[in-house]
T-cell receptor, first 109, second 114 residues
Framework: GQNIDQPTEMTATEGAIVQINCTYQ??????LFWYQQHAGEAPTFLSY??LDGLEEKGRFSSFLSRSKGYSYLLLKELQMKDSASYLC??????????WGAGTKLIIKP | IAGITQAPTSQILAAGRRMTLRCTQD?????MYWYRQDLGLGLRLIHY???????GKGEVPDGYSVSRANTDDFPLTLASAVPSQTSVYFC?????????????FGEGSRLTVL
């Protein structure tokens, strides 16, 4: 079966750096996506990786290793507004998105 | 309207009743999707539409139906609601077509079936 694993919950301190991991097993691979979802709100797109390596976008970076079935989302200079759930999703060989259950990130002052 | 609008925002429904969740987008996106989100689970695709006039089944289509009469509207119907359909429902669209994963989501419809 297809599977996306990510930690259920993480806690970090304001101003610090946090890394949210995602491992996947899917039928084929056509890209990996990270979304942010604040409580009670819609998910919003953060990043897309299809080739190995690091993609940087401001305070957020996303890394992909296709051979290891692994990605991480790196958040720097954490702000209270970064408290949210972060969803990892992989597009399989049929171009269907397979979603992880999300990682709830709690930021403490 | 800007983006995707869903209605209603929240609804409590008696089991056995029929319910239609509305979704309208003004971005002229071809591909649209309906997902349900349940605690502890990833988003699960119910139905999708790659373009007006076509629809397809996702991972959990049973008990749901959709139509896509035009580009903008993609309603989801529960013919006879059951308690297991209690969930938050998200409508989404994609600019690049069905083979892209950058989705734009509506604000969600929280449905409780008693």
């Amino acid at each position: 079966g297809q599977n996306i694993d990510q930690p259920t919950e993480m806690t970090a301190t304001e101003g610090a750096i946090v890394q949210i991991n995602c491992t996947y097993q899917t039928s084929g691979f056509n890209g990996l996506f990270w979304y942010q979802q604040h409580a009670g709100e819609a998910p919003t797109f953060l990043s897309y990786n299809v080739l190995d390596g690091l993609e940087e976008k401001g305070r957020f970076s996303s890394f992909l290793s296709r051979s290891k079935g692994y990605s991480y989302l790196l958040l720097k200079e954490l702000q209270m507004k970064d408290s949210a759930s972060y969803l990892c999703a992989v597009m399989d060989s049929n171009y269907q998105l397979i979603w992880g259950a999300g990682t709830k990130l709690i930021i403490k002052p | 309207i800007a983006g995707i609008t869903q209605a209603p925002t929240s609804q409590i429904l008696a089991a056995g009743r029929r319910m239609t969740l509305r979704c309208t987008q003004d971005m002229r996106h071809n591909a649209m999707y309906w997902y349900r989100q349940d605690l502890g689970l990833g988003l699960r695709l119910i139905h999708y539409s790659n373009t007006a006039g076509t629809t397809g089944k996702g991972e959990v289509p049973d008990g749901y139906s959709v139509s896509r009469a035009n580009t903008d509207d993609f309603p989801l119907t529960l013919a006879s609601a059951v308690p297991s359909q209690t969930s938050v429902y998200f409508c989404a669209s994609s600019a690049g077509g069905p083979n892209t994963g950058e989705l734009f989501f509506g604000e969600g419809s929280r449905l409780t079936v008693l």
